[in-house]
Nanobody
Framework: QLQLVESGGGSVQPGGSLRLACVVSGLGLDYYNIGWFRQAPGKVREGVSSISSSGGSTNYDDSVKGRFTVSRDDAKKTVYLQMNSLKPEDTAVYYC????????????????WGQGTQVTVST
């Protein structure tokens, strides 16, 4: 079982940037895909991005393509989500999760979750 802790959330104006970090503890991180999800108030949790265990494959929801970039540094046991050109609709609690499934956008493919970090985009 892995433990995941997100950080880097905060408040930013539209057009701004944030970099989220997900620090993973436990054995075998390099075996796991890491997904980023978000949940806005009153909405279901949705997949935002993922990166494969090797780091060679990444996925993005259409709403964030071209603005968000996911990366991983297994030596530091950290996965990052660089978020640029933020919009008010990006406001949500962001979660990272670890899993081995192939349906990257499905939360049911992930076994271990972080506690979440709040991202607020507003004027």
């Amino acid at each position: 079982q892995l433990q995941l802790v997100e950080s880097g959330g905060g408040s930013v104006q539209p057009g701004g940037s944030l970099r989220l970090a997900c620090v993973v503890s436990g054995l075998g991180l390099d075996y796991y895909n890491i997904g980023w999800f978000r949940q806005a108030p009153g909405k279901v949790r949705e997949g935002v991005s993922s990166i494969s265990s090797s780091g060679g494959s990444t996925n993005y929801d259409d709403s964030v393509k071209g603005r968000f970039t996911v990366s991983r540094d297994d030596a530091k046991k950290t996965v990052y989500l660089q978020m640029n050109s933020l919009k008010p609709e990006d406001t949500a609690v962001y979660y990272c999760a670890a899993g081995t499934g192939s349906i990257w956008w499905s939360e049911y493919e992930y076994d271990d979750w972080g506690q979440g970090t709040q991202v607020t985009v507003s004027t």
